[in-house]
């Protein structure tokens, strides 16, 4: 970015996100501890690096899993923080206190 002149823009992390299936070889479906645990350590590192990275947004992948299958998507069906029936996994709790714990972040949070 700097060879470029682009030094000072934010960077924006978009579609970040591990499913809660079973554990795939390819670490994109981590299991529900999986998901939960990448979350918490990813998220982790982002704030602790934020300014010098000069980050500026972090949007998780889905708020929820979508009803039915998602054919063309290896870890679509279970990316999402909540259920398909809006009930919590438990890498939303980590989630919403990592929100909490930042009051001067944007919190944009629609389920």
Do not use: Y
């Amino acid at each position: 970015m700097r060879a470029h002149g682009d030094a000072h823009t934010p960077i924006w992390i978009t579609e970040l996100g591990w499913g809660s299936d079973g554990p795939d070889r390819f670490e994109i479906n981590a299991g529900i501890d999986g998901q939960r645990r990448l979350l918490g350590r990813t998220f982790a590192r982002l704030v602790e690096h934020r300014r010098r990275w000069r980050l500026k947004h972090v949007m998780w992948f889905s708020w929820r899993d979508p009803p039915g299958n998602v054919s063309n998507c290896g870890f679509c069906e279970s990316a999402g923080l909540f259920w398909n029936d809006q009930r919590p996994k438990p890498a939303w709790r980590v989630f919403r206190r990592l929100i909490q714990s930042r009051p001067d972040a944007d919190h944009r949070v629609g389920v």
